[in-house]
């Protein structure tokens, strides 16, 4: 067989997918044989291409699902892509007026006619680029929030929890984006890391019938046009006499109210507080209690309306109507200060644009009550979070949550199922379909007469959250008919075997800037409908950023695109190169070093296939020679799988993967290969062969979860196979017992030879040189196990033992053993002595720090057992080593 001398990533990858695709591998079915394992993926946006955090997040689910199907699992990896109200409807928006198309122009259906043509054509961009990373979802079970069934179990949760009594209709002060016209949640709302510096504007208002004048600040002067009253403290001796007198409101001279109230701060700003219940949630409290007007001065599109009532400001945008305040109400003599401060200024997630406070009728979800066991599982680690320290995050945002605003003023989603039948504030009634609509509307008004057509749909569609927080029942089919019971709320087991056998799901793997906004929710609806948490573990990572520290963008230009990183260095380069530095919760560093490391991994995997390929066999060797390593390496790998093992189920995976890299880099290449390896041109036994066939075989079974590509292709090649013996559905490997007397001489044996090569490079002397070797030791045993290996490796003439010091031949110390290699060239005493007085401070250095350690008494009460003992022993090692230098230092 011919083999390339430089693993070609493109070709094979895409060999294999589309194999793996053929078998129908990565489909999952009910298989009452097999322990289920499930994950949903995080559903990207419908309107998303590949970024690097959805590289490091579908990496890590791949890890998880691969490993669970080799465990023997069904593993069901669910696909989907959430609708993304907000930015789909942007993206629409655009395209239509790119072609001379205003949405304004168009019916809703027309409208969503586009709409749907265009996630026709787009939509499905992103989980075709994650086949490009191996992604192996069951693509069968590939989910649309919009999808028919998906759509209908979103209103029909919504019906439910509407006579629940959990949702309600209401006046309330919502957050308005102006650019995309829709209200957002308050999680919705991101901040700056740090304060912005705004201005803070003084304005006097004059007191009516009288010469008194009070002043007060704002940071917002465009909305001094919707004040409605002014409020002072009770307890403040300076204005507590205004109460109940009338302010006249700077320019339009509108009679407003002074008014006594506990929320204002006495030394905060001027004491005095312009209240304008139509742009501030605080002053809307104040205007409730104090039941005043409510004048909405701007638009919904940001500009100014004429209810501000200075003509030159209407259809004014709402920041260049600041300016002009400022400058006109200055002209006027009302302006007589204002000074910098600090503040939080909230934007919109999706658009960026400053969030406009406004009074809005919408749709909520009362959560108080509904999250209670939500936040009981997840305190009570029923549901563990890893890392652990966001427990913390999720019990804040638990304790202090808010009715969840759910409706939003646009068309592309599912549009609420409420049906209004007249122009009172409650005729309406809410229904899963029109035909329900109708006859709960008749039965509500009395009016047996009322058809389709006197019914009108609310216009609003459902916070794009409202339904991916269904995801893990929903892309079950939980909802279906067969499924749900109307009378109870609840989902009934037993009749349906998908969502009995998966769910709950294993595991979750997602951001924790998402941890409310999806996981919480979802953990909510799980106890909601099936009495039972959605997954058990979520695995939290971090943000991807550059060197710099900043989060990867488009804008920033520090983002590189995904595909052509997998294009230039294979998928599984790009793989490995995430995980090398992305502990869970921890921003991950992004190095494009480490993506090359990633393909040299590939190449160095490849090069070492190459080399055993290319031995020939010789039926007469018995292999009695590689007994040595061949015992090595079985107890080597078990030790490392156990290892392996054990970050699994910590979800340490970056720390999986360097300690497989470890095992096949370090001592498979570099130290069993080069054991076993025939000089050049003669053969190697078949028992020899075999065994390190085998070998090859396991540790391509523990690198497949992270590599699957060339894994695969090594698999194939490494004997001859039969149809489906592939190595995606092979056994992964079962640890055993290690021999670590076995491992611990072989490490001993690798220190000696690395020092031999370190004496010769030192030396200026030629590998090809051979050389002797006398040790001086107490125990002979393990170097006797290991002869024959320190022989080859470290190209030596001879090997023998001796009680006394060796003249004339330089040397070096290995945990108080001593080891010489006689030279026939002169040693200058001063060059030794100069070399062993640095290896004495370096030991002593070292020395110094483990004492630090066992001389701290938190150390030594908190560490684990072990770790003190491992301490211990490194003392006494080093010790033994500086005692030995000095008696060489005072024999020269």
């Not at 939509?123 to 590939?142: F, Y």
């Not at 109400?329 to 406009?356: H, K, Q």
């Not at 499924?483 to 951001?511: H, Q, R």
């Not at 498979?668 to 070998?695: D, N, R």
């Amino acid at each position: 067989m011919s083999l390339s001398t430089k693993y070609s990533a493109a070709e094979i990858e895409d060999k294999w997918y589309q194999h793996w695709m053929e078998k129908g591998y990565f489909h999952a079915k009910v298989n009452a044989e097999k322990e289920p394992y499930s994950i949903v993926i995080p559903p990207p946006n419908v309107t998303g291409v590949l970024h690097m955090g959805h590289m490091l997040n579908n990496t890590i689910q791949d890890i998880l699902i691969r490993k669970a199907r080799m465990e023997g699992k069904e593993a069901c990896w669910v696909p989907g892509t959430d609708h993304a109200s907000i930015a789909t409807e942007a993206k629409v928006v655009k395209m239509l007026r790119e072609q001379g198309i205003k949405k304004s122009d168009l019916t809703r259906e027309e409208f969503l006619a586009h709409a749907w043509e265009w996630k026709e054509k787009y939509g499905g961009i992103i989980l075709e680029q994650l086949k490009k990373l191996g992604a192996s979802c069951d693509w069968e079970r590939t989910a649309f929030t919009m999808d028919e069934g998906y759509h209908k179990a979103v209103l029909r949760v919504f019906v439910d929890l509407y006579k629940k009594g959990y949702i309600y209709r209401g006046l309330r002060m919502v957050n308005w984006d102006v650019e995309a016209q829709t209200t957002v949640s308050n999680e919705e709302v991101i901040y700056a890391d740090q304060d912005e510096v705004s201005k803070l504007y003084k304005f006097q208002y004059n007191i009516k019938d009288s010469e008194e004048k009070v002043v007060i600040a704002t940071q917002r002067p465009e909305t001094i046009m919707g004040d409605t009253a002014i409020a002072v403290n009770p307890k403040d001796d300076r204005f507590k006499h205004l109460i109940g007198h009338t302010a006249l409101v700077p320019v339009i001279n509108r009679e407003i109210p002074i008014i006594g109230d506990d929320y204002v701060e006495i030394e905060f700003g001027t004491g005095c507080l312009k209240v304008t219940p139509a742009h501030d949630p605080n002053d809307y409290e104040i205007g409730q209690r104090h039941n005043l007007e409510v004048i909405d001065t701007i638009n919904l599109d940001g500009t100014m309306n004429e209810k501000c009532e200075i003509p030159a400001y209407v259809g004014m945008d709402r920041f260049k109507a600041r300016k002009q305040v400022i400058r006109d109400f200055d002209e006027a003599g009302y302006l007589v200060g204002d000074e910098e401060f600090t503040t939080r200024i909230g934007r919109s997630e999706r658009t960026n644009s400053i969030i406009e406070p406004k009074l809005s009728l919408q749709w909520f979800i009362k959560m108080k009550e509904i999250s209670r066991q939500a936040h009981k599982a997840v305190m009570d680690d029923e549901i563990e979070l890893l890392p652990a320290k966001f427990k913390n995050t999720y019990n804040h945002w638990m304790e202090n949550v808010r009715d969840w605003c759910i409706s939003r003023q646009l068309w592309w989603g599912q549009q609420i199922p409420a049906y209004y039948y007249g122009s009172g504030e409650e005729d309406y009634v809410v229904a899963e379909s029109t035909e329900e609509a109708l006859t709960l509307a008749q039965t509500k008004s009395g009016n047996a007469n009322l058809s389709l057509e006197d019914l009108r749909q609310d216009e609003d569609v459902l916070d794009t959250w409202a339904s991916s927080w269904l995801f893990p029942i929903a892309t079950f089919n939980g909802f279906d008919d067969e499924c749900f019971d109307k009378e109870t709320g609840k989902i009934i087991k037993g009749k349906n075997a998908d969502l009995d056998y998966f769910y709950p799901t294993s595991t979750l793997v997602t951001a924790p800037e998402i941890l409310f906004f999806w996981v919480a929710r979802m953990i909510i609806a799980g106890y909601e409908y099936m009495d039972e948490k959605p997954f058990k573990h979520v695995y939290l990572t971090g943000i991807v950023r550059d060197k710099q520290r900043r989060k990867m963008s488009k804008s920033l230009g520090n983002s590189p695109d995904p595909l052509d990183l997998i294009a230039e260095y294979g998928a599984d380069g790009v793989r490995t190169g995430m995980l090398f530095s992305s502990p869970a919760g921890n921003d991950l560093l992004f190095d494009m070093d480490l993506v090359k490391q990633g393909a040299k991994f590939s190449n160095k995997i490849w090069n070492a296939f190459r080399l055993v390929k290319g031995w020939e066999v010789d039926e007469s060797l018995d292999g009695t020679a590689e007994q040595t390593a061949i015992d090595w390496f079985t107890a080597r790998f078990n030790q490392a799988l156990v290892e392996v093992e054990d970050q699994y189920s910590k979800f340490r995976i970056s720390d999986a993967l360097m300690s497989t890299y470890k095992l096949i880099w370090d001592d498979f290449c570099s130290w069993y290969l080069e054991m076993v390896k025939p000089a050049f041109g003669k053969p190697i036994a078949p028992s020899t062969l075999e065994a390190t066939t085998q070998f090859f075989e396991e540790i391509m079974k523990l690198l497949h979860p992270f590599m699957p590509f060339i894994t695969e292709e090594i698999w194939s090649h490494l004997r001859d196979r039969e149809d489906g013996d592939d190595i995606i559905i092979t056994a992964y490997p079962k640890a055993k017992s290690a021999d670590e007397v076995i491992v611990n001489q072989a490490a001993l044996a690798f220190e000696v030879i690395s020092n031999i090569r370190n004496t010769r490079s030192s030396n200026g002397m030629s590998p090809k040189d051979a050389l002797g070797l006398i040790i001086k030791t107490k125990d002979e045993s393990p170097f006797k196990v290991f002869e024959g290996v320190i022989t080859k490796l470290g190209n030596l003439e001879s090997l023998s033992f001796t009680n006394e010091k060796v003249e004339g031949a330089t040397s070096f110390v290995i945990k108080g053993d001593e080891f010489f290699i006689p030279m026939e060239r002169q040693i200058d005493p001063e060059e030794e002595k100069k070399e062993i007085n640095g290896e004495i401070q370096r030991l002593q250095g070292f020395l110094k720090g483990i004492l630090g350690k066992l001389n701290n008494e938190r150390f030594v009460s908190g560490a684990p057992e072990q770790v003190v003992a491992n301490e211990k022993k490194k003392q006494a090692d080093t010790e033994a080593k500086i005692k030995v230098l000095k008696e060489k230092l005072s024999n020269l």
